[in-house]
């Protein structure tokens, strides 16, 4: 299916000429990138997919937008352009396009220079792949909550700990992993670059997530990294974490509408072509109902995100309540688009193999990684909170 909502909106206030070229790029990819559907499960098959889907990427120029330019600036709305179009066609494909930025933010955004010589231009022509690696078992949303922890040796550290639901875990040839150098809650946590075939390194079975994703936990047993590998300065590993989602938080809303305008698009079709009650589904006012409902929550999201991303290319300053919005909105709303397109399809919607019960599948992770829909909210009413006590303070 060729993607029939969305490619409208260039002349919206957010996005200038050279947006509108890459999404005629995207245009091209989604035309004759590889065959659907992508595959099911199968995690031996997914890694090698995945590694052979960076390389597609990097050919169509893809991978040089999650990684700084020349001039060291990050796109945000381009990026958030990729998402909505890669993940309309194959979610799978999207999420190795990000990982590539997740992967290497803290590297090009604090890392040295060795560091990013030596690996950042691998990631950019999709020949190495990143990861990164914060969550633990005991610590997801409260990310200062980490203990995994990094012991100063002779020229390096020493890493102990466990980490779960690590995107790439297998696949990748480097981990940023945060670890603990000091009890100082999130103060105490650093970043470190940890290659994967690092002493000590181990990774965990493939875990079989709702939708195709390569994931696994790891383990850190007395593994060694030189004390070249500390990314930025000890104590700063929060901050650069906070910093890589600040740069794509945004752009999962982005994913969410893509898959969300693809829903939609194959809704359309559905209720176009199928008869009920001797007339096309499509003249059901009920029907119709439905379909401005989905277009709305669409359209919604998309607004939240692109302005996210204007403001973070453009405006600049403190973006936490439109990041939040922008997230929040977006995946929910493309979580009800998709539920009303299984919907209209009916049983065919719940048999598996069919596009809207993939994508039902493919969005709920949205929901719950980098930042779940509730911490969104948290970080949506403490701004609002902060704002009002600031106005009523006296000057
Ligand atoms: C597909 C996928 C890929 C991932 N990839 C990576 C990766 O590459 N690297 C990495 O480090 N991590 C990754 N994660 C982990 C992800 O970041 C965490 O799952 C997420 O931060 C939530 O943490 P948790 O699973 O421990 O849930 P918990 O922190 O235990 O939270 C459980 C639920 O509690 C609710 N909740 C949380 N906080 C609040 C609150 N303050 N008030 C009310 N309710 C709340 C939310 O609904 C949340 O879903 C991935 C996860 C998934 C599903």
Redesign the pocket.
């Known amino acids: 299916m060729t993607q029939a909502t969305g490619w409208n909106l260039w002349d919206w206030p957010f996005f200038e000429p050279r947006h509108a070229e890459l999404a005629s790029r995207l245009r091209a990819w989604q035309q004759q990138a590889r065959p659907e559907p992508e595959p099911r499960t199968a995690s031996p098959y997914l890694a090698s997919e995945c590694r052979a889907m960076a390389g597609e990427l990097a050919q169509w120029g893809l991978l040089d937008y999650v990684l700084p330019d020349a001039e060291g600036r990050i796109d945000v709305r381009a990026i958030c352009v990729i998402r909505e179009a890669l993940a309309y066609r194959s979610p799978l494909a999207d999420n190795v396009f990000v990982?590539q930025g997740?992967g290497t933010a803290p590297l090009w955004l604090a890392g040295n220079e060795t560091l990013k010589a030596r690996y950042l231009e691998g990631c950019r022509r999709g020949e190495r792949i990143a990861?990164?690696?914060?969550?633990e078992p005991e610590?997801?949303?409260?990310v200062a909550a980490i203990a995994t922890s990094a012991r100063p040796t002779q020229g390096g550290y020493l890493l102990d700990g466990e980490?779960?639901?690590?995107?790439?875990a297998g696949v990748a040839d480097q981990y940023v992993v945060l670890a603990r150098t000091s009890d100082q809650a999130s103060r105490g946590l650093s970043a470190f670059l940890v290659d994967a075939d690092a002493p000590g390194l181990d990774i965990g079975p493939p875990i079989e997530?709702i939708a195709p994703?390569p994931?696994a936990g790891l383990s850190l047993n007395n593994c060694f990294v030189p004390d070249s590998h500390l990314i930025g300065e000890l104590g700063q590993g929060f901050k650069l974490a906070m910093a890589t989602f600040d740069v794509f938080r945004t752009s999962v809303g982005a994913a969410a509408i893509g898959m969300a305008r693809r829903a939609l698009d194959e809704a359309l079709a559905r209720v176009i072509d199928r008869r009920l009650f001797g007339k096309a589904m499509a003249e059901l006012e009920g029907v119709q109902a439905k379909l401005a409902d989905m277009c709305l929550d669409a359209e919604a999201g998309a607004l939240l995100v692109y302005r996210s991303a204007w403001a973070r290319d453009v405006r600049g300053g403190r973006l936490s309540r439109e990041v939040a919005l922008a997230k929040l909105g977006a995946t929910e709303a493309a979580q009800r688009v998709i539920d009303a397109a299984v919907q209209l399809f009916g049983g065919q919607g719940v048999s598996s193999g069919c596009i809207v019960e993939q994508l039902y599948r493919d969005i709920r992770?949205l929901r719950?990684?980098?930042?779940?829909?509730?911490?969104q909210k948290?970080v949506i009413a403490r701004t609002l909170i902060a704002a009002q006590r600031e106005q009523r303070a006296p000057a």
């Open positions: 990982m997740l990861a990164i690696a914060v969550t610590a997801g949303s409260d980490k779960i639901w690590i995107t790439n997530m994703h994931i992770p719950i990684y980098e930042g779940a829909s509730e911490v948290l």
